[in-house]
């Protein structure tokens, strides 16, 4: 199973994204950043999905808004 970024780079596991674009999310007081870096990220089960270590809560972002930094 292959896992891309939104630009079409290959992603792995210990790897680190950049989010490239302002993500809202629920349990979190802010918003997740553009240009938020996320390191050390797991692929999961899903090639549309990582996850992923971010505001101190472990989350699963849509590689649709990532790029491998």
């Not at 240009?35 to 899903?46: D, E, P």
């Not at 549309?48 to 491998?68: D, H, N, P, Q, R």
Request: aromatic content about 2%; overall charge positive; proline content about 1%.
């Amino acid at each position: 199973m292959e896992v891309k970024d939104s630009n079409g780079n290959l992603l792995a596991e210990g790897d680190s994204v950049t989010i490239t674009k302002d993500l809202k999310v629920k349990g979190i007081a802010q918003a997740l950043k553009r240009g938020t870096v996320i390191k050390n990220i797991r692929l999961t089960n899903s090639p549309a999905e990582i996850e992923g270590k971010a505001g101190g809560t472990v989350l699963v972002i849509k590689t649709e808004f990532l790029k491998k930094a």
